[in-house]
């Protein structure tokens, strides 16, 4: 970050940084420093679950959050995991929401796995499941964009039967 020299105070005088009383001068006058922003950079990777499940079966659903930020996560997020139709992350179908209470440095990761019911009157056919962390945007981040993953295997869920 570079501030000057034409910059004034109230009086409208130059800055004269180097205080030489020369004021306004092109390199002398001018204050220069850096900084960094610390943040998280929450993600999730390698989500898992069955390939088959039966509406109101509970399976098992496993994935990692990561933190690539250079700062901790020392607070309290939601996850969810969601069932969509297809390999995009839009309007989908949630399923479970949870609490994760486990403090993130940066660099590490954490492995999750949690027990969720396949909804009775849930959407049907082949489907995946979708995870997501920080869902209520509790910590604020670097990338916002990559705090979700999409499972490669395919869940496949029948219709449920209904009786009248």
């Known amino acids: 970050m570079i ?4 910059l004034t105070d109230v009086a ?15 390199t002398q006058d001018r204050y220069t420093n850096s900084f960094t922003i610390f943040s998280p950079d ?23 959050v990561t933190n690539a930020g250079n700062a901790a996560v020392n607070r309290t997020l939601s996850e969810e995991i969601f069932l969509p139709r297809d390999a995009s992350v ?17 660099g590490a990761s954490l492995s999750r796995t949690q027990s969720v019911m396949i909804p009775l009157n849930g959407p049907a056919g082949t489907l995946r499941l979708v995870v997501e962390t920080d ?3 509790e910590v604020t981040e670097a990338n916002e964009l990559n705090n979700f993953a999409i499972a490669s ?6 219709l449920a039967l209904t009786f009248d």
């Open 3 to 6: 501030v000057g020299p034409s």
């Open 42 to 64: 929450l993600g999730v990777m390698n989500v898992n679950g069955p390939t088959n499940a039966l509406p109101g079966q509970i399976i098992s659903v496993n994935w990692i």
């Open 135 to 137: 869902s209520n945007n």
């Open 90 to 106: 839009s309007n989908d179908f949630r399923i479970a929401s949870f609490e994760l209470t486990n403090a993130l440095p940066p």
């Open 12 to 26: 409208g005088n130059l800055m004269n940084q180097d205080g030489d009383g020369m004021l306004g001068e092109a």
């Open 153 to 158: 295997a395919i869940l496949s869920v029948p």
